[in-house]
């Protein structure tokens, strides 16, 4: 009996032991797919980080149910479609990778896509609006690097001389003294502008989107949306093109020279 009890239930239990032993191998081989995907991912990914040193951030300034300024076109049109051209210019370029401050057609607060940019800690911040005016007649592009007293004003200054430098290489006619300004928040949330000579410093926040940025910074108002030929210039689908060109040269012109 003893010897036949053997006999039937050995080989059962060889059974249950192969069976349970080609479970774990599925569960084996899965896991090992896991991690070499895992490895293949991270593979790719740390790639692509070491190829592209650079990290640029480009923040498309309003969107979601904040249009920004309306003219002849809406702000908001010209601030995304010139982000688009331009993330397509520095991904084809090879040596950039891109953060934006939100997707288009997304509304995000300026603390939120300030945030969201900070946490990659990119080389280089642009932050792309069009100006408005009551006065029709008014055109040309300024743009406002951090200001004087914060800790990233010397290189975001020298960011904003390239880029316009650049732009009026592309046609567009300077504002003010070279086309750079610096922008506070005064009293009462009221706007004072200063030309890029004033090296004051003075007790008032800048834009939102500059603040807390350790790196060149720099907000452009691209063209008037209320002006009709500074639109035709740098708000239709060529002139953003156009725009984000001048803007990609500047970029490329500051990290080289760094
Ligand atoms: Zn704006």
Not at 21 to 47: D, E, N, S
Not at 80 to 98: I, M, P, W, Y
Not at 166 to 193: D, H, I, P, S, T
């Amino acid at each position: 009996m003893k010897g036949k009890n053997w006999r039937e239930y050995e080989p059962y239990g060889r059974r249950r032991k192969k069976r349970r032993r080609r479970k774990g191998g599925m569960m084996r081989r899965g896991l090992l797919l896991v991690v070499l995907f895992a490895l293949g991912y991270g593979g790719f990914l740390l790639y692509y980080a070491i190829s592209r040193p650079y990290m640029i951030a480009l923040d498309a300034g309003h969107g979601g149910s904040d249009g920004g300024a309306v003219g002849v076109i809406q702000e908001v049109t010209l601030t995304e479609s010139t982000v688009e051209k331009l993330q397509n210019l520095l991904e084809a370029d090879g040596r950039f990778r891109v953060v934006l401050s939100r997707k288009a057609g997304e509304g995000k607060s300026i603390d939120e896509r300030n945030a969201k940019l900070r946490r990659w800690r990119p080389d280089i911040l642009l932050s792309i609006h069009g100006n408005a005016n009551e006065d029709s007649g008014a055109y040309g592009f300024e743009c406002y690097p951090s200001p004087p007293g914060y800790d990233n004003h010397q290189k975001s200054l020298a960011f904003a001389l390239l880029l316009a430098e650049e732009m009026e290489q592309a046609g567009a006619k300077l504002r003010g003294r070279n086309g750079v300004r610096f922008g506070y928040y005064v009293e009462g949330g009221k706007k004072m502008l200063v030309e890029s000579d004033d090296t004051t410093v003075y007790p008032y926040g800048t834009f939102g989107m500059l603040r807390n940025m350790n790196w060149p910074a720099v907000l452009v108002e691209q063209c008037f949306v209320t002006n009709t030929a500074d639109v035709e210039n740098f708000g239709t689908e060529e002139g953003c093109q156009k725009a984000a060109e001048a803007y990609y040269h500047a970029i490329c012109r500051y990290l080289e020279g760094e």
